[in-house]
């Protein structure tokens, strides 16, 4: 007589053989992870009111980065901001605020002074380039206390040090 664990040997294999052809071949779509915005008055339509440029929900605002211990506008950095600018003008019913962020060496204190640095800084760029200062709401700073890279090496701390667009009124 066949005892009970030999005869549920081929019971067991032949039930895993048929759960695993269950599978579909079928590939699913890639998420689109970026996607330049070239058409700036239609980027109008997919601002969200609190929408932040972190997030991509800010129409056609990017956020702007900065060098260590610096507040400093790169000549990368003012090439977005330029943009941004443009993005403004055409959409002259954008309302924001300019939050300002560190990576997170230093001291509290330090980096919350630096990130509203930062704010200010981007700020009255944009001011001065054309945009009215009453389009902008009070700048902020969230020091180190907000990231969006979560790692201790340069490639996320450079990620940290930004200066954030976050829409106030559409």
Not at 32 to 38: G, H, I, L, N, R
Not at 50 to 68: C, Q, W
Not at 123 to 152: E, L, N, W
Request: glycine fraction near 10%.
């Amino acid at each position: 007589m066949m005892s009970f664990k030999m005869l549920m040997a081929p019971t067991i294999i032949a039930l895993a053989l048929s759960i695993g052809g269950c599978g579909s071949n079928e590939k699913k779509a890639e998420p689109v992870t970026d996607v330049a915005v070239t058409d700036l008055g239609a980027a109008a339509e997919t601002i969200e009111l609190n929408g932040d440029s972190d997030s991509g929900k800010a129409g056609g605002l990017r956020t702007v980065y900065f060098d260590y211990n610096s507040a400093t506008l790169t000549g990368a950095t003012k090439s977005t901001l330029d943009a941004n600018i443009e993005y403004l003008k055409a959409n002259d019913k954008v309302e924001l605020q300019v939050e300002g962020h560190c990576d997170e060496r230093g001291g509290v204190q330090y980096n919350l002074a630096l990130g509203m640095k930062r704010a200010k800084t981007v700020q009255d760029y944009m001011v001065t380039m054309g945009i009215t200062k009453a389009r902008f709401a009070k700048p902020i700073s969230f020091g180190k206390d907000r990231p969006i890279a979560f790692g201790h090496e340069e490639d996320s701390w450079s990620q940290n040090r930004r200066g954030n667009f976050v829409i106030t009124a559409k």
